[in-house]
């Protein structure tokens, strides 16, 4: 073991502790640096007073998934499968409406028509992706939903609902990215059968913790802000605000945004700094009722809902098996999360409430609680879900998502080939860089 | 004067200098930090051994840019004109054309309509402000100019030479800002009666090194990167690596996109942070070949030219009065500019020199010098000419760019409501950050 390479991991949400994990694996001596006082990254899971368990950040996992139902099984923990007893609502212009209108599945159909000629791996060969990374998504649905009220309706589907942007920020191309690494909208889209199927009992910070606690003695160090990445022919030494660790080589498991913050030395190539500052993270604003009871269900609706307009442009049934309390979740996303953001808190939970209201009637005016926790304000994530890449960069600097950097190399959920941007993608992404620092 | 507020500059290019010339003059303790071992910023001039002046960065002055042209006659400098005798040259698919298609002056036309119709200091109030940031302007451009060739001449002629991006990385009502705080496209595209009319014997360099003489002994410290700014009710800590200052307020006049690699206790609010996450700088790659002497002036040519297509998108004949020597400077942006970078230095020489002989002849391929300078790989700019915000988020992000959080007060030429951009927009944003700090 002490033969092995020195690798220093930054960061360890569950792409830096899946690395790290790898590495340990294979006799490397690793050091993991975290500068939050806890493991987990964009994973936090709140307890109430009474045992109910609230999932701040990342919550679900769905088929396929094979990484995380793994991982989830190796360090004996269980899954339970999402709430969604009844009826889904979908509300279109406020109003309760049974169906879509019938462009909303010929568009989709037309998604992952295009999708299935994207390589997740490399976007920018697509034979349209010229055009497809010149195309907003709002701009292609506007031209080819036929209506505005469901172009509007798409885009805060897919652009909100999948990457918590705006269609207006966002390029065609990397939705198609997004798609094709998931499998297409349905598996995206849907709850059982799709990737919001099962959640995990102690939420995601549970499985991060166990997998924290079967790293090495030593191996962890919370609360070490990176600052500067030193490297030469000899090793790199990461520099935090207490100290200085050496080594062979670096895991950067930190979303592109967060990656660009730290110093380089030498500085980093003009198209990887030029993608750090093209690559922004979504922005959702995820709130949670909580009720006596999920009332809702006796009334035949499952508490799954999509808007066309108001602040939530989805919620769901997010009550857990072991608690009779009903928890609501919505999440609002791009203009509409700013605009949430903006307002003072008691206006906000009043806007909140109602929206809630609208879903499932005027009960859900009153809820027992109401917890909000805001990724964008939380200086070691600054938006969630994840980060974009925006209209027009991916042809240009998307070739430098993964590439390594001498002795620097990439990981975070950005950066997978499948389920970027989900729990999945972030455990593939740090188990590719480590097999990518073992083969160096 | 020991009375004075303490006030802390952080970048001493033309607007940290010009708000530190402002603070001083009022009285105000100022410290400047500059990570750099010089002064200027975003403008360097390097010599030749023949005492040939070329300015690798910023370099022009125009009318309307008065606050620049009194900085000049208050520190003895002097302007010169831009070289531009004879016809320009217009390239349409590598070949010459005399005029332009009648739709391009139509565009421009469209374009000042619209941009008479922003505020400068606020486009996100204008009207069609939703609109026009829900589009590229290349998604614009194909939609209004009639033909795809047209559409993308605009697009590098606008996007590029004005913004030094792709016009599928920028909405429409960012180029409407900036063509409103300069008065249209006219004054932007011109050379004589432009903002390219006029240069400054010694550079822009020149300026900033007697602007920073101009300052109290013990104002500067070069060589002081700031990684950390904090404040509370008492006053503000700026940390360098070698050491801190206090102050009472903080003027950081960098770029957006430098100013978020910054560390803030506390973290900086969501919105403002999201702001520099969206704020990319441009890419551009600027070439000059020099020749014994301007020889393309005998045949009745410029050197100005625009190009329709290949690595550059524009010339200029950035010769000066006071050599012999003929200067050709060449412009690439975005993902020409992407591509140059990309190649081996051979290769890119021989592909500049190419481009430059398209323009004026053969015997531009054989320059004496070919120099070239990268400031997407200046650790302490990370591309030029400034920060372009990305489509959709002017509306929600944009009314951060100029708010000061706390005591911390935002300068840099992006700020600027007049000339963003340019050095006159430097200028004028220094003293506004200036004046706002002595008022508050």
């Not at 390589?119 to 709002?138: C, K, N």
């Not at 979504?282 to 602040?311: I, L």
């Not at 620097?408 to 080939?417: I, K, M, N, P």
Request: glycine letters at 14%; charged letters at 20%.
């Amino acid at each position: 073991m002490s033969d092995g390479i020195r690798v220093v991991v930054i960061g360890a949400g569950m792409s830096g502790l899946a690395a790290a994990a790898a590495l340990c694996r294979a006799g490397a001596r690793v050091r993991v640096l975290e500068a939050r006082g806890r493991v987990g990254g964009r994973a936090l899971t709140r307890w109430l007073p009474d045992g109910t368990q609230l999932d701040l950040g990342a919550q679900w996992i769905g088929p396929t998934q094979d990484r995380m139902y793994a991982l989830v099984a190796e360090h004996g923990l269980v899954t339970f499968a999402s709430a969604a007893f009844g009826a889904s609502t979908l509300l279109w212009g406020g109003a309760r409406r049974p169906d879509p209108p019938a462009p909303v599945a010929r568009v989709l159909g037309v998604l992952d028509e295009y999708a299935a000629a994207v390589d997740p791996a490399a976007p920018w060969e697509a034979h349209e992706a010229a055009r497809w990374d010149a195309t907003t998504l709002g701009c292609w649905l506007r031209a080819t939903a036929g209506d505005t009220d469901t172009a509007d309706y798409l885009g805060r589907l897919l652009a909100g609902g999948l990457l918590a942007t705006g269609a207006d920020e966002v390029s065609l191309l990397h939705l198609l990215f997004y798609l094709r690494g998931a499998g297409g909208t349905g598996p995206l889209l849907g709850m059982a059968g799709g990737a919001q199927q099962d959640r995990i009992v102690g939420g995601p910070p549970a499985l991060a913790e166990r997998m924290a606690a079967g790293l090495p003695p030593g191996t962890l160090r919370l609360g070490a802000a990176v600052h500067t990445i030193a490297q030469d022919a000899h090793g790199v030494t990461v520099c935090t605000g207490s100290g200085r660790v050496e080594g062979d080589a670096v895991v950067v498991a930190l979303a592109p945004a967060l990656a660009g913050r730290i110093r380089y030395d030498p500085p980093l190539p003009p198209l990887r700094d030029g993608l750090t500052q093209r690559m922004p993270m979504g922005s959702a604003w995820k709130v949670h009722a909580v009720y006596p009871e999920p009332f809702w269900r006796a009334d035949g609706r499952s508490g799954v809902s999509t808007s066309s307009s108001g602040p939530l442009t989805e919620t769901v049934d997010n009550s857990t098996p072991t608690s009779p309390r009903g928890v609501l979740t919505g999440f609002s996303y791009a203009g509409d999360a700013a605009a949430l953001r903006e307002m003072s808190p008691a206006r906000r939970r009043e806007c909140v409430r109602e929206a809630f209201a609208a879903v499932v009637g005027p009960r859900a005016a009153d809820p027992i609680a109401l917890v909000e926790y805001d990724w964008s304000a939380d200086e070691w994530t600054r938006g969630c879900f994840g980060g974009v890449l925006t209209p027009g960069a991916w042809r240009t600097y998307g070739p430098r998502l993964r590439t390594p950097v001498g002795r620097v190399h990439w990981a975070g959920t950005e950066t997978a080939t499948r389920w970027a941007g989900y729990l999945e993608g972030a455990v593939r992404a740090g188990e590719r860089a480590a097999a990518e620092v073992l083969a160096s």
